[in-house]
């Protein structure tokens, strides 16, 4: 497990719009040659974002990635 | 001879729309009253004729990437963009509509961090980084559609481990106030986050919050006893979801041994909600 390779890949599809798309449109290829292990590799193919999460991934942009981000709800039961 | 005028703590995403979107109408009311009572401390501030405020606040992987993560890390120069996040989601719309460049008070940042260096306080500097809500959501919600006073942001590294401990950060804020004290100028300091929500940053547990520590440190906050606090460690911050809490911890560093007085606390299933106003 790569906790730098896991949240550098998040912090480049947060913020790198155009590598936002690339992955969006063909994610095998996107992630192609970069330093992941399979297990990270499937998260991110399978856009996983509670996997990527417990990979290392910080939750701020597990929580945040455009197109990708977890919404967490709370039932209101007020 | 400068002094510090004001001085308030309070949470920092201050949009009622993603609060009703992870709480339903509870959420968008509770942090509505937050936010009536930030305006009031807005009024107040403002009422001192402040030449500057000092904003102790945190980086959510926004203004610094993986190429360097600062302890600590003043912000420099004459002014400062907003962050700008395209598609922008969850926590970050809540920069949406705001200005774009705000003022920063350049001889008090760099008298910070000069004489931080001097004084043994191996501070970071930035000429570039943009601000997010953590700054932003506050500093707005205080000013309204008035002047934004000149702003020393200052980055306290909530998140990424190895973070400062408390006892660190209040440390600084007792260099803020040393500085200011040789100043000639009025400054505010507030401190933004919290309270206890994400513990252990961990996606699980979202949702849950620690309300018995919330309520034992704002006791130590009203009474100004100031020990205990410095005495907490990072661990106990992580687990109880209190990782903001160390921005606090510098403001609460320059006003010691004031108490303080909570203006707000609310309850919700994602976050607990404050704002407190410190005895200056």
Sequence with gaps: MSRYAVNSLLYRLKKDRAFRERFNQDPEKALAGLDLTEEERAAFLARDMQRINALGGFLHLVMSVPGMAVHVTHPDNH | MG????????????????????????GRRTVEACMAEIRKLGDTFLGRRPDALIVVADDHLNAFSFNAVPAMCVRIGRHVDRMNQDEAESFDKALDGMPERYPL???????????????????????????????????????????????????????????????????????????????????????????????????????????????????????????????????????????????????????????????YFGELPRINMAAVEWRV
Excluded at chain 2, 3 to 26: N, Q, R, W
Excluded at chain 2, 118 to 144: K, R, Y
Aim: proline share 7%; aromatic share 8%.
């Design chain 2, 105 to 263: 008070h350049e001889e008090l940042a760099n008298r910070i961090l000069e004489d931080g260096l001097q004084a043994g306080f191996d501070l970071a500097l930035s000429w570039e980084a943009s601000i997010d809500h953590a700054f932003l959501s506050p500093v707005m919600t205080m000013h309204g559609s008035r002047p934004v006073t000149p702003l020393v942001p200052i980055w306290i590294n909530c998140f990424v481990a190895p973070q400062p401990t408390p006892d660190r950060c209040f440390a600084l804020g007792q260099h803020l106030a040393r500085v200011v004290g040789r100043s000639p100028w009025n400054v505010g300091i507030i401190a933004t986050g919290g309270l206890s929500h994400f513990p252990e940053l961990s996606l699980p547990r979202v949702g849950e919050t620690d309300t018995v520590f919330d309520r034992k440190l704002l006791h130590w906050l009203q009474s100004g006893e100031h020990e205990p606090l410095r005495a907490l460690t990072t661990g106990e911050i992580h687990k109880t979801g209190e990782h903001e809490f160390l921005n606090w911890m510098v403001l609460i560093g320059a006003v010691t041994p004031a108490g303080a007085d909570v203006r």
């Design chain 2, 3 to 26: 002094k510090i005028v004001f001085a308030a703590a309070m949470s920092h995403v201050l949009d009622p729309d993603y609060y009703e979107a992870a709480c339903g109408l509870t």
